[in-house]
């Protein structure tokens, strides 16, 4: 009999249960749901042999995706369907075989508004990260977005408040989603009119204009974002020969600008002789125009200031782009090298040395006109005389960014452009050929260390170098006669200050700056033989200090300072206040006061009509206290105006007396062009701007009246209207997004600038030494009304996922209407009694196209 096995019981342990039984009610069905599941990878070639289809897709569109077993017994589209609820992908069939796949694009909404008031953040700029799409909020504080990927990425931005960087919201239905902005204490001037005439133009509390090249929308006549022809649509701004070497702030002469570019004090502004800013606008990233009211912080500039900063941001990715018009192509890149440092480029040059174009032709006629290039009654030029030129021009930039701590950052950079022109001069019965040449060139360096001390006080130090050179050779054919004329400027400086917030709403900094400038002027003629060379240099210290104060209502703005100038060389101590108040009445209605005074030392003066040429003919030279004395200004402006959301409008009187310039440095072209005599001249009137825009539109219409007056006391009259007297000057233009459209048209129109003209009858008056033209009265007489009207449009589309491009086309003068910029009389040499009258003509119809991508 066999024996009987003995069961042995074991207690279960009944805590265990309790957790494990849950568990398996849990896990088995998802170990059984993942052995149904698949990857789409996967799938996808089993519906194409199954169904006898093709499916054409980006791998990493699909990569990410685990769906169930599809059932093959349904049908192809049931199958379809429901992948298309398990992933965010759509299917759109193209025939009976072929489908494509991509991933579903919907529309992202959202309505900004302040964090701490609730109101509407009008003018915020939202960008879709990694694309070149960008919008802007409306009147209501709302933006949308159609055709946005899923997992996309908004970096949202506006004046005065912190970035934001969100993911996109795909609400089903309205309305949509409210997102709420932290306000940024840290800066306490902020913009009180944003998209000001266009997008990327804003006008801040202090009365400043500022340019975003980034946000840039398009204005008429620009098929790109050119820093300096962009100012000249500033109501008060206006250049009287059409070029941005010439650009005149409230009656000004353009040598009384003070233009910075990252803090380095530019010679030179102009490629093709003042037709393009020399200054590259893809990397340039913001620009400040202030017309009166600066910070103590600027010297110099007893006109104007022009503030340009390139890029700051050490990007997490790198970015680029390159382009090309009908003039030049350039390329730009932002490189990260590492999460503390980067490096940013570019290059530009003209190919206008390789290919001649329209727009070169235009430009071609226009510099060069009546220069000894073109000018066929110039009595050194012959009919059987062969004439060449070779022109280009160039451009470079690089910047190196480093941030060694959060609250440090270390920025070096440095710029070099030039202008250089090769004119060949050939006879071929005498078989002689001579070159004559022109090269202007600028070369900048600068280095700056922005300190972050605590949550109230922040540091910046900024040195600087810069060279500007002139050069010229110009031969005379058939004879050995040579002429050599060199400008040359180099300036070193440093600059430092300190911002301490006192309070939320007071702020003060305190600072100093030396410069140590050296002007060179170099003539020298072999036939007969003459050589001279003037040399000087003048160090000024300055010491600077200012507090600005806004109510945390933002309802008044005061900032006040005093800069204090010790000029070494005279021993002269010059103080400079400043003032600029903004004061609210009411929620949408302000007015403004400002006021400055300003000196400076260096100033563009112009000896002969034919220098370097005839193509340039200014030269810089240093004050020397006593025929040339320091430049100062006193400027005093009152405006008011109205702001509701969409619509703007404003008007603003100033008076401004400037003290210390020369008839030589105001392009005098009658009887004044040969003395050097001091003056002064004052300038008043009215700047009035009306300005409505939306989301798709802006379109504005702005007037200027002013009166523009000499004072020499050497003169006869000692009283006479500016050659930069312009009376009446308006501009009318409009601007319409559509989607990835842009266009812009626009008209300009302002009084003829006075010019002087010989006495009927008794025209020449004959010496032994020379014969001279008699002029009547200077600037007696007008030139004819200037009228020019402008178009332009671009077109962004996406080349690929990260890649977008801009294809764009303007034309300058449409109407092609022969303006007339300037004229004045000449001999055709000293024994002659035949009166020239040289005409020069504004650009005729001038059409130009680009090509650009960014990535």
Not at 669 to 691: A, C, D, H, V
Request: proline letters at 4%; a neutral charge.
């Amino acid at each position: 009999m066999a024996k009987r096995k003995r069961l042995r019981y074991t207690p279960i342990n009944t805590k265990l249960v309790r957790v494990l039984l849950p568990l398996c009610f849990v896990c088995i069905p998802r170990i059984i749901s993942a052995q149904h599941q698949k990857a789409l990878s996967t799938v996808l070639p089993v519906l194409e042999n199954h169904f006898q289809v093709k499916f054409s897709y980006a791998d990493e569109d699909i990569a990410p995706y685990i769906i169930d077993k599809p059932d093959l017994r349904k049908p192809l589209l049931r199958i379809l369907a429901e992948i298309e609820e398990q992933t965010a992908l759509n299917f759109r069939k193209l025939n009976q075989r072929y489908y494509v796949i991509s991933p579903d694009i919907k529309g992202v909404c959202i309505s900004i508004r302040d964090a701490l008031s609730k109101e509407p953040v009008v003018g915020a700029t939202v960008e879709i990260k990694g694309t070149n799409r960008f919008t802007v909020t409306d009147t209501l504080g709302f933006f949308r977005f159609d055709e946005v990927p899923e997992n996309t990425k908004l970096l949202i931005r506006s004046m005065g408040y912190k970035s934001t960087e969100v993911n996109a919201v795909f609400p089903e239905n309205p309305p949509c989603s409210t997102l709420l902005l932290q306000p940024e204490y840290e800066e306490l001037e902020e913009v009180v009119v944003k998209q000001y005439l266009t997008t990327g133009l804003d006008k801040k509390m202090d009365g400043s204009i500022e340019i975003s090249t980034e946000r840039f929308g398009i204005l008429p006549g620009l098929v790109e974002p050119d820093i300096l022809q962009t100012i000249q649509a500033l109501p008060g701004v206006e250049s009287v020969n059409e070029t941005v070497s010439n650009i005149n702030i409230r009656g000004g002469s353009h040598d009384q600008n003070l233009i910075l570019w990252d803090g380095i004090k530019m010679y030179q502004s102009g490629h093709f002789f003042g037709l393009i800013s020399a200054f590259n606008p893809y990397l340039t990233r913001n620009v400040s125009v202030i017309k009166n009211g600066a910070s103590a912080f600027y010297g110099d500039g007893v006109s104007g200031t022009i503030d340009m900063h390139s890029s700051d941001e050490i990007d997490s990715s790198f970015g680029g782009g390159a382009g090309f018009n009908l003039i030049a192509a350039d390329a730009f890149a932002r490189i990260p090298l590492t999460k503390k440092l980067a490096v940013h480029l570019s290059a530009r040059r003209s190919v206008t040395d390789l290919v001649s174009t329209p727009t070169y032709n235009s430009y071609f006629d226009r510099v060069f006109q009546h220069s000894k290039i073109t000018d066929i009654e110039n009595q050194e030029v012959a009919e059987d005389i062969d004439r060449k030129e070779n022109f280009y021009f160039y451009d470079a930039s690089i910047k190196v960014l480093y941030n060694p701590h959060e609250k440090h950052q270390i920025r070096a950079n440095a710029l070099f452009f030039k202008n250089s022109l090769l004119y060949d001069e050939s006879s071929s019965s005498a078989s002689e050929s001579k070159k004559s040449t022109l090269d202007q060139q600028n070369l900048a360096f600068g280095a700056s260390l922005e300190s972050e001390w605590s949550s109230r006080l922040t540091s910046y130090v900024n040195t600087y170098y810069t060279k500007y050179n002139l050069d010229a050779a110009n031969y005379t054919l058939f004879t050995d006669q040579r002429l050599l004329l060199n400008n040359e400027v180099l300036e070193t400086g440093v600059r430092m200050h300190l911002n301490y917030r006192l309070t939320n709403t007071v702020h003060l900094r305190g600072g100093y700056q030396f410069y140590e400038v050296g002007i060179s002027n170099t003539d020298d003629i072999n036939v007969p033989r003459y050589r001279v060379k003037e040399k000087d240099v003048i160090q000024n210290h300055a010491f600077f200090s200012e507090f600005t104060y806004q109510s945390a209502e933002k309802k008044t703005y005061i900032r006040a300072g005093l800069r204090g100038n010790y000029i070494k060389k005279f021993e002269k101590y010059i103080y400079e206040p400043r003032l600029n108040i903004r004061q609210k009445l009411s929620r949408r209605l302000a007015v403004e006061l400002q006021g400055e005074m300003r000196s400076q030392v260096t100033n563009q003066v112009i000896d002969l009509q034919r220098d370097f040429l005839g193509v340039e003919k200014r030269r810089w030279i240093l004050s020397n206290d006593d025929d040339l004395p320091v430049t100062r200004s006193k400027q005093v402006s009152a405006g008011i105006n109205y702001n509701r959301s969409s619509f703007y409008t404003g008007l603003e009187a100033f008076y401004k007396t400037v003290d210390g310039i020369t008839t030589s440095g105001q392009e005098f072209q009658n009887e004044g062009q040969y003395l050097r005599t001091s003056g002064n001249y004052t300038s008043k009137g009215i700047e009035f701007l009306i300005n409505k825009k939306t989301p798709h539109y802006s379109t504005w219409l702005s007037y200027t009246y002013a009166i523009n007056t000499y004072n020499f006391d050497a003169l006869t009259p000692s009283s006479f209207p500016n050659n930069l007297d312009i009376r009446h000057a308006v501009s009318f233009a409009g601007t319409y997004i559509l989607h990835n459209w842009k266009i812009a048209m626009g008209i300009n129109w302002r009084s003829g600038r006075p010019y002087t003209t010989p006495q009927q009858g008794n025209e020449v008056t004959e010496r032994q030494t020379g014969n001279t033209i008699n002029y009547n009265s200077s600037n007696s007489d007008r030139l004819p009304q200037f009228l020019r009207a402008d178009l332009s449009s671009t077109y962004n589309f996406a080349l690929g996922k990260k890649v977008n491009a801009d294809l764009g086309i303007a034309i300058l003068n449409i109407i092609n209407k022969k303006n007339t910029l300037d004229i004045y009389y000449r001999l055709e040499n000293d024994q002659s009694t035949d009166i020239q009258k040289v005409e020069n003509r504004s650009l005729g119809i001038t059409p130009n196209v680009t090509f650009r991508i960014f990535f």
